[in-house]
């Protein structure tokens, strides 16, 4: 995207009620992705049909990356982005207190009508975190029952 497209974006996200920061991510877009190497994965898809992918490395219970992929609007990226920089480097019992108020003054503020998609990030990392300790619980079950066999 060359300036003159960046500045008409940033000006149309503006007049639609997007920060400087959450406009930020939009357009630069650095947590989006998906980690190859990744421990688990998420995909939880929003009532209003926006998509998202949670991908995390974890290095015991601390969360060494993730990246989120998005299928939806620019709220929809912000929201994924913002919640990719609060867990990064956190423990997972830390991550899950994150909550809107947390992730609101990371990204400042999106119009009222895309507070729906801040939810939706909030849900992905969620039951993303739900899934892998479940499954970290089952192969740890699994495991001690081999063991005691």
């Given amino acids: 995207m060359g300036k003159a497209e960046e500045d008409q974006m940033r000006e149309m996200l503006a007049e639609a009620g997007y920060s400087d920061k959450a406009i930020d991510y939009v357009l630069s877009k650095e947590q989006i992705g998906v980690l190859e190497e990744a421990d688990h994965s998420t995909l939880v898809k929003g009532p209003c049909g926006d998509t998202m992918r949670i991908s995390l490395k974890l290095d015991g219970d601390k ?87």
């Fill in 63 to 149: 969360i060494q990356d993730a990246k989120m992929e998005v299928l939806g609007c620019p709220g929809a990226v912000a929201s994924a982005c913002a919640v990719i920089d609060l867990v990064k480097g956190k423990k997972m019992e830390e991550a899950e207190k994150i909550d809107l108020e947390s992730l609101f003054k990371v990204v400042e503020k999106l119009p009222d009508q895309k507070v729906h998609c801040a939810k939706l990030a909030l849900a992905t990392l969620k039951r993303a975190l739900r899934e892998y300790k479940e499954k970290a619980g089952k192969e740890s079950q699994k495991d001690n029952a081999e063991v005691a066999g």
